[in-house]
């Protein structure tokens, strides 16, 4: 039999243990690493071949600070995510799956983790679909506060072009699309074209 092979990702050592031992006496689930820290999961993601990862909101000691590990790790690995917290707080489970989160559960019904693993990777089509179209509502609630013209200009923003590329592709005056840039900035409230992009691939969190 092949084994789902999973990831965790806990700041404490002690439930590290604990679901290690109680996943891997499953049959087909296999836990093939973990990592106590944001910086050493994504060492992990770009390295460890894993299925699914199990991420604790609550790293560190940062209140959501596995929403931001959730984003990246995504960037490194195609993995299927379900968050794991202490918090039943309907604003957190909104950030969570809009991170791109599959699942979200509570640590205190671990019990579920073995079917809700089992879910994630073998039937991820509907909810797939669900958090593809949530990320597109997310991505045009930043974006509708732009211009037609100054969204223009930050999707080629986006696609890698240079602003003298963008002057000649749209036909522009250096002067007009400095503006367009400056105005879509301030809309966005970032400083720079970079984390203009950065911001709306981060979903706004």
Same mark, same amino acid.
């Given at each position: ?20 031992? %109680?996943?891997?006496?499953? *049959? ?11 910086? *050493? ?22 209140? !959501?600070?596995?929403?931001? !590990?959730?984003? *990246? ?30 699942? %979200? ?31 597109? !509502? ?11 013209? *100054? ?9 890698? %072009? ?7 592709? !749209? ?35």
């Amino acid at each position: 039999m092949s084994h789902i092979k999973v990831l965790l990702v806990e700041d404490d050592p002690d439930w590290i243990k604990a679901m290690t031992a %109680y996943l891997n006496k499953e *049959e087909d689930l296999l836990v093939v690493g973990a990592a106590e820290g944001a910086t *050493e999961a994504l060492q992990l993601a770009g390295t460890l071949e894993f299925d699914v990862a199990l991420l604790d909101i609550q790293l560190s000691g940062s209140r !959501l600070d596995g929403i931001q !590990l959730a984003i *990246e790790m995504q960037d490194i690995h195609p993995a299927k995510l379900i968050m794991l917290t202490s918090l039943s707080d309907e604003a957190v489970m909104t950030q969570a799956f809009t991170a791109g989160a599959i699942n %979200y559960i509570q640590k205190a019904n671990f019990k579920e983790l073995p079917h809700a693993i089992r879910s994630a990777h073998r039937n991820p089509a509907a909810m797939e679909a669900l958090l593809k179209e949530l990320s597109r !509502l997310k991505r045009e609630e930043q974006l509708n506060v732009l211009t037609a013209a *100054e969204r223009e200009v930050f999707e080629l923003i986006e696609e890698g %072009y240079t602003q003298p590329q963008i002057e000649k592709k !749209l036909f522009k005056a250096e002067s007009t699309l400095k503006n367009q840039v400056n105005k879509m900035l301030k809309k966005l409230g970032v400083r720079s074209s970079k984390e203009a992009v950065a911001k709306v691939k981060r979903k706004g969190l």
